[in-house]
């Protein structure tokens, strides 16, 4: 290493829009229960969440996640740290079930509903969870391995069960019986959440100081080995990226007119960082949407509100812009517009902006940085190609292979530094030592570029990176291009192997235009590419398989 770095300077700090700090006081709140309960002091009556029609204040939020917190501590007599599953949806029974596992003391453990039993086995085994809250669509993964796990206390919950009477009783005999969305399954002495609330509420809460160094999530990652691991994710970490966030988006300042859509499910970092968290410090609304696949009943639903703000992924956004109402949409209200989990690609952002008259900007993170790391300005809310600059209170620095810096403008690997980070793997030390460097910067695996502004522009994963004959070709940059033929829906590349050039590029396409061939594709990406860089290979499929959040899976595309 240098002695004297060249991102020391910081020079990004002069991109920062007025009025957002360079620093972040992050004593603000002592831990996530505080910023609950201040906003529930300052925000009572308004509305926190809405759900299907169904509107959730910020005083209900006090009451549901107190009693479920009393019936967590004396109920289940579980203690400070124990660890507690919540697998389901975007419901209001969610924010219930983890701010209701926080004011115990307790750890949360968010579980992505769609995984399958073996990924399910694996989670709760290696976070040891005590208890978990779990919607019945998903009972029957959980009973396959329920005796193979710690779990002691199984809670369930229908989609309807925080709708006021009839109408939850009508939700859930529509869910389970006319939609027949709820597998037949069986769990002996499972505790519906509606038992666990009555039961908590006849009980004593006990506040239970937290500090920053308290865990608050340990929220689970693929990274780059087949089984995931537990981000320790402390109240000090979600705290701090609460505040960078919230300063960078001090455009969303009206308490009780601020309105997030959230189709991004909250067990994501993104979405319960800025759609929770941010959202509930000021005071704001999110309307939670359980199944963004359905797009018919998604658009209806943004027809409904004046929402001020937007977070999604790259394929949510393309898949509303191909939606047959998107511009029956009021979008007039709209202040932020955010792509992040992925590239934004500009196709999409150009459409978008058309389309809406409004900028789609994007922002940078991990699970392991709770999540920000970056941010495009938001005083120029248009798409640029780059991530846009750190976060306050964030370090970053560039490296090669060998851990040392390297020039502005040259490519190296992203390592950041800052309150966001996480503590480190659960209970993986080994895995800790490779991701953190000597000099406590942690590794973010992903490949990135700073200009002379301090803007960073990611070029791909170091995993995902393709050599063709010795060059370097990144699967983003592929696809950015591709997507800009208007034929094309969605697309994906990787690199295959190859006789002659070590590998070769693929792309693999979702067509728009049925009659679009290979010939015409690969002759639009000889005048959009270098030579080596062109698909050697262009396989059209009808659907790219994809994460819950919406990511496309290359690593399944390779076979």
């Given at each position: ?7 020391a300077?910081?020079?990004w700090l002069?991109?920062?829009?007025a009025g957002?700090p360079?620093?972040?006081?992050v004593s603000e709140y002592?831990s996530?229960?505080?910023v609950?309960?201040?906003s529930i ?8 969440y809405?759900c ?8 209900d939020?006090d ?10 501590q004396?109920?289940l007599?579980?203690?400070?740290g124990?660890?507690v599953a919540v ?14 596992i926080l004011?115990?003391g307790?750890?949360v453990v968010?579980v992505?509903?769609l ?8 989670q709760l ?7 978990i809250?779990i919607?019945?669509?998903f009972?029957?993964?959980?009973q ?9 206390t199984v809670?369930?919950t229908?989609?309807g069960?925080m ?7 009508l939700?859930?005999a529509?869910?389970?019986?006319r939609k027949k969305l709820?597998p037949?399954?069986e769990?002996?002495?499972?505790v519906?959440?509606?038992t ?5 509420k006849a009980e ?8 920053h160094?308290?865990?608050?999530f ?7 080995t087949g ?7 402390l109240h ?6 609460l ?16 309105c997030?859509?959230?189709?991004l499910?909250?067990?994501?970092i993104?979405?319960l ?12 609304k999110s ?7 359905d797009?018919d009943a998604?658009v209806?639903e ?5 929402f001020?703000a937007?977070?999604?992924v ?12 998107f511009?029956?949409?009021d979008?007039?209200a709209?202040?932020m517009?955010?792509g992040g989990g992925?590239?934004?690609?500009q ?5 978008w902006?058309?389309?809406?008259g ?10 392991e940085t ?8 938001l005083d120029k809310?248009a798409?640029n190609?780059t991530?846009g600059v ?31 980070v996480?503590?480190?793997y659960?209970q993986?030390?080994e895995?800790?030592a490779?991701?953190f ?5 942690l590794?973010?695996?992903d490949?990135a570029v700073?200009?002379?502004r301090g ?8 995993k ?6 010795g060059?370097n070709v990144y699967p983003?940059?592929i696809?950015a291009?591709?997507?800009m ?6 697309c ?5 192997p190859d ?5 070769a590029?693929?792309?693999?396409v979702v067509?728009?235009d049925?009659?679009?061939?290979v010939?015409?594709?690969r002759?639009?990406?000889?005048q959009q590419?270098?030579?080596y860089?062109?698909?050697k290979h262009?396989?059209f ?13 290359r690593?399944e595309l390779?076979?």
């Amino acid at each position: 290493m240098a002695k004297q770095s060249v991102y020391a300077e910081k020079i990004w700090l002069k991109q920062y829009p007025a009025g957002v700090p360079t620093e972040i006081d992050v004593s603000e709140y002592s831990s996530l229960a505080d910023v609950l309960e201040k906003s529930i002091e300052r925000y009572r009556s308004l509305v926190a969440y809405e759900c299907m029609g169904v509107s959730f204040s910020y005083d209900d939020l006090d009451r549901y996640s107190q009693d479920f917190a009393s019936y967590l501590q004396n109920v289940l007599g579980l203690n400070k740290g124990d660890r507690v599953a919540v697998m389901m949806p975007n419901l209001l029974q969610y924010p219930v079930a983890i701010f209701g596992i926080l004011r115990a003391g307790l750890v949360v453990v968010n579980v992505n509903p769609l995984y399958t039993p073996r990924e399910l086995e694996h989670q709760l085994r290696d976070s040891g969870a005590r208890a978990i809250v779990i919607v019945e669509n998903f009972c029957v993964t959980l009973q396959q391995v329920l005796d193979k796990t710690p779990v002691e206390t199984v809670i369930t919950t229908q989609l309807g069960d925080m709708h006021p009477f009839p109408k939850n009783l009508l939700v859930n005999a529509v869910v389970k019986y006319r939609k027949k969305l709820v597998p037949k399954w069986e769990i002996p002495d499972a505790v519906p959440l509606r038992t666990a609330l009555a039961l908590g509420k006849a009980e004593p809460y006990h506040r239970v100081p937290l500090t920053h160094q308290d865990t608050a999530f340990l929220q689970y990652t693929g990274g780059t080995t087949g089984l995931s691991k537990g981000a320790q994710l402390l109240h000090g970490n979600i705290v701090a990226n609460l505040l960078q966030m919230r300063a960078w988006m001090s455009m969303l300042n009206e308490p009780g007119k601020e309105c997030v859509i959230t189709a991004l499910p909250l067990y994501h970092i993104f979405a319960l960082s800025v759609n929770c968290l941010v959202f509930m410090s000021i005071g704001g609304k999110s309307v939670l949407i359980p199944n963004p696949r359905d797009m018919d009943a998604f658009v209806a639903e943004l027809r409904r509100h004046r929402f001020t703000a937007f977070t999604g992924v790259n394929t949510l956004y393309n898949g509303l812009l191909h939606s047959p109402d998107f511009d029956k949409i009021d979008f007039s209200a709209l202040k932020m517009v955010v792509g992040g989990g992925t590239a934004v690609q500009q196709a999409v952002a150009e459409q978008w902006q058309k389309r809406t008259g409004k900028g789609l900007t994007e922002g940078y993170g991990l699970t392991e940085t709770s999540p920000g790391v970056s941010f495009s300005p938001l005083d120029k809310p248009a798409w640029n190609g780059t991530i846009g600059v750190p976060l306050p209170s964030t370090e970053v620095s560039l490296r090669d292979d060998d851990n040392r810096e390297v020039p502005l403008g040259e490519p190296g690997e992203l390592c950041v530094k800052g309150p966001q980070v996480m503590a480190g793997y659960w209970q993986k030390p080994e895995e800790n030592a490779k991701v953190f460097t000597v000099d406590g910067y942690l590794k973010t695996g992903d490949v990135a570029v700073m200009d002379e502004r301090g803007y960073l522009r990611i070029v791909d994963r170091k995993k995902d990176m393709i050599l063709v004959s010795g060059f370097n070709v990144y699967p983003n940059e592929i696809e950015a291009v591709v997507a800009m033929h208007p034929g094309v829906l969605e697309c994906a590349c990787i690199g295959v192997p190859d006789d002659k050039s070590g590998e070769a590029v693929k792309v693999f396409v979702v067509r728009k235009d049925p009659n679009l061939s290979v010939e015409v594709l690969r002759e639009f990406c000889k005048q959009q590419l270098t030579g080596y860089k062109v698909p050697k290979h262009i396989e059209f499929r009808d659907a790219l398989p994809k994460t819950p959040v919406g990511k496309i899976l290359r690593k399944e595309l390779r076979g």
